[in-house]
């Protein structure tokens, strides 16, 4: 009950948060945009920077928040720095602008991915915005590319200006460090800047939902800088792997040295190794809704599937809802509209389907998740009742050691319709349990993400379970038995 009580008086703090910024932010767009036209356009993104502060200044005090700042005399007035930070919550740039003032420039996510209004305050600001990977380039095809944006990144520094950064490139959603990527060595590299690392404690408390209202104050720590890097600044964008490596992991143990504990992953100090498996999902967990819905949809839309075929599958699909058939009918039904499909032309056509369609879809918080098991050379295989050439395209975009999925018959390399293995709740367990078995993947040391209670047996072999925006029953299991939860990855 207790519990319950904090997350709704929590929600009702963020709400009232997120409600101040949102009109203060309104209300004085539209004169912003009138008093810029009195300043010289090389003037005009300092001056929303300063009205950015004084908005964010006023909606912290508002909401009595606290902040304490260690070593304040290491932050730099007088000259470009860039300041880098971990990510643990979605206020930390706002909160790092009114400390570092109004010569501090963002550099974030693509501005498309903010809420209209607040994106376009964060443009007017200057804020250099770029596109991430592939998802991004798909997402949000007006931001930057990352070439771009380093370019971008080095013309602000040398301009006087400083730079916020966030070498993660995504919230910490499990309030744990992702991996650092190392586009702020070049951007130092590029423009011979020194980098101050700076580490954020308790703003996930602080700021999201689910947890408690006003637990203390967010903790600011300014280490000594990290001075630039000797001869020349880079002029072509070129530069030198093992230093960029080198310097993107100084960022790193300067940053992890003035955290907790807490913020490390529990892999972070053990050896690289593929005998860890990380055994994925794919509906609702890695991607945004239903990939083979979806993919009957892009088919129908090319008049590759017939209407009669694609309103059955799409009536059985709400006749499954209704609770009128099991989910295991619903599967056999809907895949006899592939009968007759050669195995190759179905298989470029998903190809094209994903990359065309699916892949703007993704589940968008599990992509750092991912990307940091990749980077401790951990086996990655998707667990999923997704048809084998499908499952096979997310194999390959995450660059997967395999996929456990649902095989379909062939008879003369056409599709016959019948499925000779339906990669569903027990089927999954036994498919994780025999390849882990073959594959000499510890189990007691692996990970596992899924959605749904009917995932919970082959979520349960593992030692790290996780579930993703889960199922109202799979919820409650998830607490009852302690698995990590993460509700929101879009």
Not at 271 to 278: D, F, L
Not at 365 to 382: R, T, V
Not at 394 to 414: A, I, N, P, V, Y
């Amino acid at each position: 009950m207790k519990k319950n009580k904090n997350s709704r008086l929590a929600k009702f703090h963020y709400f009232w948060l997120t409600f101040d910024i949102g009109v203060l932010t309104t209300l004085f767009l539209f004169p912003m945009i009138i008093i810029e036209k009195f300043y010289k356009l090389e003037n005009r993104n300092q001056l929303w920077r300063r009205a950015a502060i004084w908005v964010i200044g006023s909606a912290i005090k508002l909401n009595k928040i606290e902040s304490i700042i260690n070593h304040p005399e290491r932050i730099e007035k007088d000259k470009p720095v860039i300041y880098a930070s971990n990510h643990p919550s979605f206020f930390d740039g706002f909160m790092l602008i009114t400390i570092l003032g109004e010569k501090a420039v963002l550099f974030t996510a693509p501005l498309q991915q903010f809420p209209k209004i607040l994106g376009t305050w964060l443009g007017k600001m200057g804020t250099v915005q770029v596109r991430r990977d592939a998802v991004d380039d798909k997402r949000y095809p007006e931001g930057e590319s990352k070439p771009h944006a380093i370019k971008h990144a080095i013309r602000e520094l040398k301009q006087g200006n400083s730079l916020i950064i966030f070498p993660e490139g995504h919230i910490e959603l499990l309030h744990v460090l992702h991996y650092f990527h190392t586009g702020i060595a070049r951007i130092s590299m590029g423009s011979h800047t020194p980098i101050i690392p700076i580490s954020i404690c308790n703003a996930e408390k602080v700021f999201p939902t689910e947890h408690m209202v006003r637990p203390g104050p967010v903790t600011f720590n300014f280490g000594e800088a990290l001075p630039a890097a000797k001869g020349r600044p880079a002029t072509k964008m070129i530069f030198p792997k093992a230093k960029v490596q080198y310097l993107r992991d100084e960022v790193e143990r300067a940053i992890v040295s003035m955290l907790p504990s807490r913020y490390e992953p529990d892999y972070f100090k053990q050896p690289k190794t593929k005998k860890i498996g990380v055994f994925v999902d794919i509906d609702r967990t890695i991607y945004e809704g239903l990939s083979q819905k979806d993919l009957v949809g892009y088919l129908f839309g090319l008049h590759r599937i017939h209407y009669d075929e694609a309103f059955k599958v799409f009536y059985w699909l709400f006749l499954e809802k209704m609770g009128k058939i099991e989910h295991t009918d619903l599967m056999k039904k809907a895949l006899m509209v592939l009968r007759g499909w050669d195995v190759g032309e179905l298989r470029k056509v998903v190809h094209t389907s994903f990359n065309q369609k699916l892949l703007g879809n993704m589940q968008y918080g599990m992509l750092p998740i991912l990307k940091d098991h990749a980077e401790q050379n951990h086996s990655i295989i998707f667990v999923s009742e997704v048809i084998h050439p499908l499952a096979m395209e997310f194999k390959k975009f995450f660059q997967g050691r395999t996929s456990l999925d649902t095989k379909m018959e062939t008879h003369h390399h056409c599709y016959t319709g019948n499925v000779n293995c339906l990669c569903y709740k027990d089927v999954k367990a036994n498919l994780l349990t025999n390849f882990a078995k073959k594959a000499h993947i510890d189990l007691k040391k692996s990970y596992a993400y899924a959605d749904s209670y009917s995932d919970v047996p082959f979520l349960k072999l593992v030692g790290h379970p996780t579930a993703i925006s889960p199922d109202p029953k799979l919820l409650r299991y998830a607490n009852r038995h302690q698995f990590e939860v993460l509700k929101d990855v879009a």
